[in-house]
């Protein structure tokens, strides 16, 4: 818990008024995200060493040791008195607060079984927040969505009510101001980082996660093209993916497409995402055509690759060239699309109400709305084998997720009233026991 003390360190009662020392056992650090400013810090060398010193793997260390000296079992005593004053600049961790939280969320992993990690977590989403109201209000409702509401306390109800009230920035870029050609020299390698969902249940859905990575890590020269791969595992009890430079995470929300795939993209800092199907055979060279192709073309924002088993029979020849335009099974490849992380800054997080079908057509108006570019590229080949896990749901199910996003695809992009829309989804729910009790065939 956390108590004042007095300069003796004898303990006094909450209503004491007096501005003393604050100390905090572990429990109390954790439970408030306790972070001791890095600034103007000072740790007993012992603690430091007993704790193995810094992590320099962790951003945010002034964080990670204020928890793992509490956790040692020494306290933590902050002082009153302003000391110093933290410069604020540009370039300041606060100001991005993405990522800041992606940070102080690695740290708090480590106590994840403790009974105050659900708290720490809450005020890391509270503290992020506080500009995330104004500045992405889709990433905000999506933090806002992983706070029991057990955890809602007064700080993140005026969070809440600021999101609710308060207008977004409106901050309109051009192509040319956003998207920054990022280049690299010759001798030096491109990180690309990897996101793909995965779903476990079964031994054959995890040998077609495990083909799908084996064919990625061996597609690429390492010397050149840097891979870090997440993949997103919904089956908790599935173990870790043992392929070089892959990181598997288990989150902890119900499926959604779109919304595992921000977690991934969240995950890393690479100038390129890949957000990717787990049910793909990568050829190789794949990653190293599209990156060819951004560098020679800045004005390309996004990019897929050409499927050896689809796209010929649709009129796209294998190594015929690059082509322009937002066809979904077209230029568009929902099943892998790579992009400039910097086009988040104008399209924002993927939009979470898609959590599986209309996914890579909502990501295609999104690109043609903003004027965002998008091109197949015929050089770049990874197949597509199918959507094995989509099988494992009944035609009923595949049926009823179908129609819910094309509602919600209707609403967004086709103008449809709200009136509309609620007489299709209760149509929908009145048919869905027939459709289950196969009384009635999907068509």
């Not at 089956?235 to 892959?246: C, F, W």
């Not at 991934?264 to 990653?287: K, M, T, Y």
């Not at 108006?365 to 094995?388: A, E, M, N, Y």
Request: glycine share 4%; hydrophobic share 40%; with cysteine.
């Amino acid at each position: 818990m956390a108590v004042r003390i007095d300069e003796h360190g004898t303990v006094l009662p909450k209503r004491d008024k007096k501005r003393l020392v604050r100390r905090y056992d572990f429990h109390a650090a954790l439970a408030m995200a306790l972070v001791v400013g890095g600034n103007i810090a000072v740790y007993r060398r012992d603690a430091m060493h007993s704790v193995g010193g810094y992590d320099p793997a962790i951003k945010v260390q002034d964080f990670q040791m204020t928890l793992k000296i509490a956790h040692a079992g020494f306290y933590v005593d902050v002082l009153p008195d302003v000391v110093t004053l933290y410069r604020k600049h540009p370039h300041s961790l606060s100001k991005q607060y993405k990522s800041e939280y992606d940070y102080g969320v690695q740290v708090i992993e480590a106590y994840r079984n403790h009974p105050a990690y659900p708290s720490a977590k809450a005020r890391l989403i509270t503290k992020a927040l506080r500009m995330a109201v104004t500045d992405d209000k889709a990433y905000a409702w999506q933090l806002l969505r992983q706070v029991p509401l057990r955890q809602w306390d007064r700080q993140l109800l005026k969070r809440v009510r600021h999101l609710l009230l308060k207008k977004g920035r409106v901050e309109e870029k051009s192509m040319c101001e956003t998207m920054v050609q990022v280049r690299a020299p010759s001798d030096q390698a491109v990180f690309l980082d990897v996101v793909i969902l995965s779903f476990a249940k079964d031994e054959a859905l995890r040998q077609v996660t495990e083909h799908c990575l084996d064919s990625l890590v061996a597609s690429e020269d390492p010397e050149r093209i840097r891979l870090r791969i997440w993949v997103l595992e919904s089956n908790a009890q599935a173990p870790v993916y043992k392929q070089p430079g892959v990181v598997t995470l288990y989150p902890e929300t119900p499926f959604n497409y779109h919304a595992y795939m921000n977690i991934g993209i969240r995950e890393g800092q690479a100038p390129f995402v890949a957000i990717c199907n787990n049910d793909l055979s990568f050829h190789p060279g794949w990653a190293s055509e599209l990156l060819r192709v951004f560098e020679q073309d800045p004005s390309v924002s996004s990019a897929s690759p050409a499927c050896s088993l689809h796209h010929p029979r649709n009129g796209f020849a294998l190594n015929s060239g690059v082509y322009p335009g937002y066809g979904v099974l077209k230029e568009i490849s929902g099943w892998c699309l790579v992009f400039r992380r910097s086009i988040l800054e104008v399209i924002g997080a993927l939009d979470e109400r898609f959590f599986f079908w209309y996914a890579d057509n909502d990501y295609a108006l999104t690109l043609q709305s903003k004027g965002l570019r998008h091109v197949l590229v015929t050089s770049s080949v990874v197949d597509h084998l199918d959507s094995r896990t989509l099988r494992t749901h009944t035609s009923a199910r595949q049926w009823l997720m179908t129609k819910r996003a094309k509602y919600t695809f209707e609403e967004k992009w086709l103008g449809r009233s709200k009136g509309y829309l609620m007489r299709k989804k209760l149509k929908l729910y009145l048919k869905f026991p027939l459709y289950y009790l196969g009384l009635k065939k999907v068509k």
